[in-house]
């Protein structure tokens, strides 16, 4: 049995899976928001709120203020769908063919705009502020950093910060919370080989840069595997291979790329420094050059233990049972919490029935809407334990 939300929930439950629904029907890739963010803002005009448009192209902002000064709590939702077919079954599937809410994010957004309304109807407890932050594209490139360039932790300057990712692995009402690292560090790297092309049959006049390419792609999982301390978490994977365009030819090039997954700032130096280093070398032994090339990510996303409290008490007082998870998934919701002190939360929402879960990002991803409710109170009482102590 889930815990009851608060009666205000309630009342709204089925205007916001209607918001969600609609959301879903309609998905916008990251920076291309603009149906979205426009019934963001019209739903919070609606509320009664004066919504801010247009920051980072698409972002949508709005202010709740209480009577009394105190702290500012930015609550976040991100809102971009992923360039997916969906392939579910659901009476709102997705009307844009290669479109898909395969994250949730349609969710985020649905419930923060609900818990907007409630909170602008409770005002009048406030000690503070809450600062209302609907993101474009945390899929990718990432909105969040653009949102904070465009001053979003500003005027009223925010104090804390708090996001959820319902998640379709966590049984329904089951809360994953706890401070420090809780997602990882998602860089990229490229790792470019410059041969000597030639005949297939007479290898030993050129230069391969193939053979350099398949023995380095196991060398570098050495990196994890031998150099990094065990205790220090850390992810390599190669996922994209180009070389090569004719069986008769050994060519003169090859390029693969893929993700480096860390939580701690040292740990992504060290395995950057190692790569840079064992990349050249490692290529020089077999008579070619190699090139590594790093793209820094989103940051590693670190909870506070502070406003971490804030989300345990409400996890406690609500009953909802707790789990312990962290992924080596990357959330560009770190960048605030580099800035100022937040957490991040996972709220379970797999659905009822077994056989229709599935990862994140799949085609047949779907989640229960159960959570929707327990969501909504969830930021609630976050923000009752900020803002409105005695
Ligand atoms: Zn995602
Ligand atoms: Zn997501």
Not at 29 to 42: D, I, M, N, P, W
Not at 175 to 182: L, M
Not at 223 to 237: E, G, H, Q
Request: hydrophobic share 40%; glycine share 8%; aromatic share 8%.
């Amino acid at each position: 049995m889930l815990p009851t939300a608060r009666p205000e929930v309630q009342a709204l439950i089925e205007e916001v899976i209607a918001l969600r629904r609609d959301f879903h029907r309609h998905p916008e890739l990251g920076f291309e928001e603009v149906r979205t963010s426009a019934k963001v803002a019209q739903f919070l005009r609606e509320s009664g709120l004066e919504p801010r448009e247009g920051i980072a192209k698409t972002g949508v902002c709005a202010l709740i203020e209480g009577p009394v000064d105190g702290p500012t709590l930015m609550l976040r939702a991100d809102m971009d769908a992923l360039p997916i077919l969906e392939e579910t079954d659901l009476e709102f599937a997705s009307q844009v063919p290669g479109k898909m809410h395969a994250c949730g994010h349609d969710l985020h957004t649905a419930i923060l705009l609900g818990t907007a309304r409630i909170l602008q109807g409770m005002k009048a407890r406030l000690k503070g502020r809450v600062k209302l932050i609907f993101q474009p594209a945390e899929e990718g490139p990432g909105g969040a950093w653009p949102m904070i360039e465009q001053g979003i932790l500003q005027n009223p300057k925010v104090d804390y910060a708090l996001g959820l990712h319902l998640w379709s692995d966590l049984p329904c009402g089951h809360v994953a919370i706890q401070s420090g690292p809780v997602m990882a560090a998602a860089d990229t790297f490229q790792v470019l080989i410059h041969g000597k092309g030639g005949h297939a049959a007479y290898p030993h006049e050129s230069a391969d840069p193939i053979v350099a390419a398949a023995a380095l792609i196991g060398a570098m999982q050495t990196v994890i595997s031998r150099r990094t301390n065990p205790f220090d978490t850390a992810v390599l994977s190669v996922t994209q291979i180009r070389g090569g365009s004719a069986d008769n030819v050994i060519p003169e090039r090859v390029e693969f790329s893929g993700t480096i997954r860390s939580f701690q700032q040292p740990v992504r130096d060290f395995l950057v420094a190692q790569l840079q280093e064992m990349v050249p070398n490692f290529c020089k032994a077999y008579g070619v050059e190699g090139e590594f090339h790093f793209h820094q990510g989103y940051p590693p996303l670190i909870n506070h233990p502070v406003p971490t409290g804030w989300v345990e008490q409400a996890v406690k007082k609500l009953g909802l049972p707790r789990a312990v998870q962290a992924t080596m998934g990357g959330e560009d919701m770190a960048y605030y919490l580099q800035e100022v002190p937040g957490a991040f939360f996972f709220l379970g929402a797999a659905p009822a029935a077994k056989e229709r879960t599935f990862p994140h990002h799949h085609p047949k991803f779907q989640l229960d809407e159960r959570a929707v409710p327990l969501a909504m109170e969830l930021f609630l009482r976050c923000v009752e334990e900020c803002l409105c102590t005695e």
